[in-house]
């Protein structure tokens, strides 16, 4: 599974530097840009799946990359950013056809929930497959049915849910307030033990039918799910 393409657009280099590093580690394949023309250029040739677009640009607003990029049939969901926090922003921002507005100051933290949360709601609208397939394991979400190397494991309905958000961010490391907030949809403040508990209980159900360990742990940071070549 390739990695999520997301294009970076802000004229601050500390931002967007800063944007660009976190996003990178936290498993995104970026690409940054320090304008609108560049950006329409970068969104026409790379395809991305997201684009995070400040609204103040030096050679044309965020909102105006964001109409020229509609006409021309690119439709990757636009997330703005902007210094400013007044309502008739928002509302333009939503009806050029932005998907989600945040104001500076902000937290990477905070970017990477709202990203996520675009990606769900866009693929959710789309037509996909009902088949989630990352290496050696298969979840059939028709039928709630997870294969590994073409055997089948029984999931109680939360390890399920936690080994889909799991595979949809394949090969990304995700923190445990990230899983606890879109797994148990507790907030920030939930039970973080609960997290290694069923990640533990997945292991013992994968890991004797994997070529390799899929649930990796990266210390201080949180879980990843590797994709393995299928045995």
């Avoid at 990606?119 to 996909?128: A, C, D, F, P, V």
């Avoid at 997290?195 to 210390?219: A, C, G, H, M």
Wanted: glycine share 6%.
């Amino acid at each position: 599974m390739e990695p999520t393409k997301i294009l970076v657009v802000d004229d601050e280099p500390n931002i967007r530097d800063l944007l660009a590093s976190g996003l990178r580690f936290a498993g995104f394949s970026v690409l940054a840009v320090g304008n609108g023309n560049d950006a329409v250029a970068a969104a026409e040739k790379g395809k991305p799946d997201l684009i995070l677009l400040d609204v103040m640009l030096p050679d044309m607003s965020g909102f105006s990359v964001t109409k020229k990029l509609r006409s021309m049939n690119i439709l990757a969901p636009v997330l703005f950013l902007t210094a400013r926090d007044e309502v008739e922003d928002k509302i333009t921002g939503l009806t050029v056809g932005g998907d989600d507005y945040m104001t500076k100051p902000f937290s990477l933290d905070e970017i990477i929930a709202r990203i996520n949360a675009i990606l769900r709601r866009t693929k959710q609208g789309s037509m996909e497959k009902s088949v989630i397939e990352v290496g050696e394991v298969r979840i059939d979400e028709d039928a709630h049915d997870v294969f590994v190397n073409e055997q089948t494991i029984e999931l109680s309905p939360t390890e399920y849910k936690l080994l889909r958000y799991l595979m949809e961010n394949a090969n990304r490391v995700l923190s445990k307030s990230q899983i606890l907030d879109h797994v148990w949809e507790y907030d920030f403040n939930g039970e973080m033990g609960i997290v290694e508990s069923y990640i533990s209980y997945l292991r013992k159900k994968l890991d004797p039918l994997t070529s390799e360990p899929v649930l990796l742990t990266k210390r201080g940071h949180g879980y990843m799910f590797k994709s393995t070549k299928k045995i």
